[in-house]
């Protein structure tokens, strides 16, 4: 069964990655699309004039934590998204009959609100980039 990957990159905006992926729950809920409609994020740390500061600041929180104080482990959270360039990856895979459900998808995703400014790129079988992409949205977790 061949599969389609759409590609979504939401740089810093950790607010409308969520909002996709509580969408797409949705929509696999709602049109039970449970092994149709797989995604996985994407968190690559952006490299920043101080890297040392995004390394220091996870070491605090772990500090934090054996002390019990659960809010000091929690607030360094927030601040660490900024830092982290989030890509949404979403794979379609429709059977050989549903070909026409597979192209409103395909269609209907990248016009939705949060996807929309997230640059969409769709990524099908004959493309060149096709094995690379597969295999990153294999490796993530």
Same mark, same amino acid.
């Given at each position: 069964?061949?599969h389609?990957?759409?590609?979504?990159?939401?740089?810093?905006?950790?607010?409308k990655?969520?909002?996709?992926?509580?969408?797409?729950?949705?929509?696999?809920?709602?049109?039970?699309?449970?092994?149709?409609?797989?995604?996985?994020?994407?968190?690559?740390?952006?490299?920043?004039?101080?890297?040392?500061d995004?390394?220091?600041?996870?070491?605090?929180?772990?500090k934090?934590?054996?002390?019990?104080? *659960?809010?000091?482990?929690?607030? &360094?959270?927030? *601040?660490?998204? &900024?830092?982290?360039?989030?890509?949404?990856? $979403?794979?379609?895979?429709? *059977?050989?009959?549903?070909?026409?459900?597979?192209?409103r998808?395909?269609?209907?995703? &990248?016009?939705?609100?949060?996807?929309q400014?997230?640059? &969409?790129? $769709? $990524?099908? $079988?004959?493309?060149?980039?096709?094995?690379?992409?597969?295999?990153?949205?294999?490796?993530?977790?």
């Open positions: 069964m061949p389609i990957y759409l590609l979504f990159d939401f740089a810093k905006d950790e607010e990655a969520q909002l996709a992926r509580h969408k797409l729950d949705g929509w696999k809920q709602a049109f039970r699309l449970d092994k149709k409609l797989l995604y996985k994020m994407e968190r690559t740390e952006v490299e920043a004039t101080t890297p040392a995004g390394d220091a600041k996870p070491a605090k929180a772990e934090a934590k054996p002390k019990g104080k *659960s809010k000091a482990a929690v607030e &360094p959270a927030p *601040s660490a998204p &900024p830092s982290d360039d989030i890509k949404l990856f $979403v794979r379609l895979a429709f *059977s050989g009959h549903e070909k026409l459900s597979e192209q998808w395909v269609q209907r995703i &990248p016009t939705e609100e949060p996807f400014g997230a640059s &969409p790129k $769709v $990524v099908k $079988v004959g493309d060149a980039t096709f094995e690379a992409t597969e295999k990153q949205f294999d490796e993530l977790v």
